[in-house]
């Protein structure tokens, strides 16, 4: 059985955070990693880091994050962003989610840090027609 922090059912968790992650792929964030964490982490299960391209992009990123959260009935405890807005972070609980600038994720280097966390891939994501 997959260890969890949380108290919901371990492949709900992997699938909001594989959601998470496609959302981020289709709303054109570059380099978007998820990583299980839930063996070396005390507070979470996924980790998601992903690349924005502008200040205006990644604040509407998390909006749609924390609106997709709200959708599935997994609002965000909490959402921070530094005061450049280089740094957004969406806290979902399981699952939390970082999107940076650039330069800031270089320099932070989370995937360094949960390196020990397992890779998760995130299945190529499709918009659903109208």
């Avoid at 005390?42 to 992009?57: E, F, K, N």
């Avoid at 800031?104 to 190529?124: F, I, N, T």
Wanted: glycine share 4%; aromatic share 6%; proline share 5%.
């Amino acid at each position: 059985m997959i260890r969890t922090k949380s108290k919901g059912d371990p492949a709900a968790v992997r699938a909001f955070a594989t959601d998470l992650a496609r959302a981020c792929v289709l709303d054109k964030c570059t380099d978007v990693v998820l990583r299980d964490v839930s063996a070396v982490s005390q507070v979470c299960d996924y980790i998601l880091i992903a690349t924005g391209t502008s200040d205006r992009q990644m604040k509407s990123v998390a909006q749609a994050l924390e609106d997709l959260g709200k959708e599935r009935a997994q609002p965000p405890f909490r959402s921070d962003r530094d005061t450049g807005t280089t740094w957004i972070v969406v806290d979902f609980v399981d699952v939390v989610v970082h999107l940076f600038e650039p330069a800031q994720r270089e320099y932070y280097d989370l995937e360094s840090l949960w390196a020990d966390g397992v890779a998760v891939e995130v299945p190529a994501p499709t918009r659903a027609r109208a």
